[in-house]
């Protein structure tokens, strides 16, 4: 039975208030809470058998070098990939997104050729592309915007060409909450022959993802925003791939013999991770994904979808307010102006009232500059969430609008 007030005692700081008020933390989409169980895991990891991985024929090393594959299967199972050569551990989606633009367009991209990636994208979805499209003299496109936020994805086949190489696309808006039909986009671009990279950085927590079903040739996502720690992420892919893209960063761990004449590389996944990864983060997200299970991703769906739902009526009800990305379609984010006041003004009210939202950009100004606008209120829920927290939220907005218009 899903009990969201049980629920909420796993997480310690939403017990916690600010300015004397209980808090109502609604910036889930910039980074989420962490369970005890996560936290008790990584003091665990640093208490009990802390070593680097590897590389140690000793008895501690051997355990954290346990723990962390294990991490990798847990990530391998979460999305169901075919094997955990395909599962690298990373920093984040932007990390991931980072390394597949450079390695992916060292081997693959020539000057002439496109990238294609859509007017939705956070900005760790279009920079990485656009510097290896200057590196490589090549050319981004970009799927337009509809009015609801949702993409215009029937343009797709005049954006295609002969010369895209490759597309990157995000699951969700960060900055609207629209979901992508990405199996769709997926499929299509698959009919051309060209890769798909998915970025799940505000997918994969709102939903089963299945890679083997998706079919995407990259998937990246970070820990933090899945009720891990920060500092880590993953990027699934495909080893056709992977195999064939040359590494992104040279050090330890990622070779198999070095010599001053010739240097051969370690096998997947650890060609693509140089160095002392962040292995106890990796061992975090394993125990994320352990506690998401035990919560379970439909229940997580259900709640998610109520509170949706119920933020879209009430929020609907107040004259003046104006939501960005009002589709069906959508995960539990509602972006939003209230009349003429600043979002920055806004935000500042609704925190002296112990509420935390997001203002600004999102770090997606490109959809912003779609809505003519240069930012919006983002209050992002999630299954840890209440309808009473929204009652405080709605009340909060009358308040702004009391003190601001
Ligand atoms: N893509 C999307 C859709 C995001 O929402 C974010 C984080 N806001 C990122 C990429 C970047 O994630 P990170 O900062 O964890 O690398």
């Known amino acids: 039975m899903f009990d969201v007030i049980k629920i909420r005692s796993d997480f310690p700081v939403l017990a916690t208030t600010v300015y004397d008020k209980p808090l109502v933390y609604f910036d889930n989409a910039a980074t989420t809470q962490k369970p005890e169980e996560v936290i008790n895991a990584i003091k665990q990891a640093y208490t009990t058998y802390y070593s680097n991985i590897h590389r140690g024929v000793h008895a501690l090393s051997d355990i954290s070098s346990e723990k962390y594959e294990s991490a990798r299967e847990k990530v391998r199972s979460f999305i169901n990939a075919g094997s955990v050569e395909e599962i690298i551990f990373t920093a984040g989606t932007t990390a991931s997104v980072n390394l597949v633009a450079f390695s992916f367009g060292e081997r693959y991209v020539k000057s002439g050729d496109e990238i294609l990636i859509s007017g939705l994208e956070?900005?760790?979805?279009?920079?990485?592309?656009?510097?290896?499209?200057?590196?490589?003299?090549?050319?981004?496109?970009?799927?337009?915007?509809?009015?609801?936020?949702?993409?215009?994805?029937?343009?797709?086949?005049?954006?295609?060409?002969?010369?895209?190489?490759?597309?990157?696309?995000?699951?969700?808006?960060?900055?609207?909450?629209?979901?992508?039909?990405?199996?769709?986009?997926?499929?299509?671009?698959?009919?051309?022959?060209?890769?798909?990279?998915?970025?799940?950085?505000?997918?994969?927590?709102?939903?089963?993802?299945?890679?083997?079903?998706?079919?995407?040739?990259?998937?990246?996502?970070?820990?933090?925003?899945?009720?891990?720690?920060?500092g880590i992420g993953v990027l699934y892919g495909k080893k056709k791939w992977l195999e064939e893209m040359p590494p992104y960063q040279g050090g330890g761990d990622m070779v198999e013999r070095v010599s001053f004449e010739k240097t051969t590389y370690n096998k997947l996944p650890f060609k693509f991770e140089a160095g002392t990864t962040n292995f106890v983060g990796a061992i975090g997200i394993g125990k994320a994904l352990d506690y998401i299970e035990s919560v379970g991703m439909e229940d997580i769906i259900k709640h998610e979808k109520e509170l949706t739902e119920y933020a879209s009526t009430r929020m609907k009800e107040i004259r003046g307010i104006e939501i960005y990305g009002n589709t069906k379609e959508k995960i539990s984010i509602m972006s939003f102006l209230i009349d003429k006041v600043h979002q920055y003004d806004a935000g500042m009210i609704l925190d002296k009232m112990g509420i935390a939202v997001r203002t600004g950009s999102h770090c997606a100004q490109p959809v912003m500059a779609r809505f003519g606008i240069d930012g919006t209120i983002r209050a992002s829920m999630c299954f840890y969430n209440t309808r009473e927290e929204i009652d405080v939220l709605i009340e909060g907005i009358e308040k702004v609008k009391r003190m601001m218009l």
């Open 122 to 230: 956070h900005h760790a979805n279009i920079v990485p592309w656009q510097m290896m499209c200057q590196r490589k003299n090549a050319h981004l496109k970009v799927i337009p915007v509809n009015d609801d936020g949702t993409l215009r994805i029937e343009e797709i086949d005049g954006l295609i060409t002969e010369k895209t190489k490759l597309v990157s696309i995000t699951q969700v808006s960060n900055a609207l909450g629209v979901i992508i039909p990405v199996k769709k986009i997926i499929d299509k671009a698959h009919e051309y022959d060209i890769p798909v990279l998915v970025d799940g950085a505000q997918g994969v927590q709102h939903g089963h993802v299945d890679i083997r079903e998706l079919d995407c040739d990259f998937y990246a996502f970070s820990g933090h925003k899945i009720y891990g720690p920060t």
